[in-house]
Nanobody, 114 residues
Framework: QAQLVESGGGLVQAGESLRLSCRVS???????????MGWYRQAPGKQREMVAR???????TYADSVKGRFTISRDNSRKTVYLQMNSLQPEDTGVYYC?????WGQGTQVTVSP
């Protein structure tokens, strides 16, 4: 049973950075290596949207709104997915969710004040 736990969210001012972590358990390493994983966010009153996605064997893709500022990465030995978020803006505010092979974490709140 795959379990995903996000962490690293918080309250920051515009221009600052955060790194989100998504620790994955209940999945063997060989599956994690090839897993389709990504980060999604949901702003108040909006639908959940893809922020960054990294299929196990392809280059990462990003939403246009975060391209050049966010970086998704994974540490296979630790079964952890990261989202490095630089130059955060108020419009980045929302609940960020990790997704691995269509399994969701509980989300972590990111709030960016101007």
């Amino acid at each position: 049973q795959a379990q995903l736990v996000e962490s690293g969210g918080g309250l920051v001012q515009a221009g600052e950075s955060l790194r989100l972590s998504c620790r994955v358990s209940g999945i063997i390493l060989s599956v994690f290596w090839s897993a389709d994983m990504g980060w999604y966010r949901q702003a108040p009153g909006k639908q959940r949207e893809m922020v960054a996605r990294m299929p196990g064997h392809t280059v990462a893709t990003y939403a246009d709104s975060v391209k050049g500022r966010f970086t998704i990465s994974r540490d296979n030995s630790r079964k952890t997915v990261y989202l490095q978020m630089n130059s955060l803006q108020p419009e980045d505010t929302g609940v960020y969710y990790c997704n691995v092979n269509d399994r969701w974490g509980q989300g972590t709140q990111v709030t960016v004040s101007p």
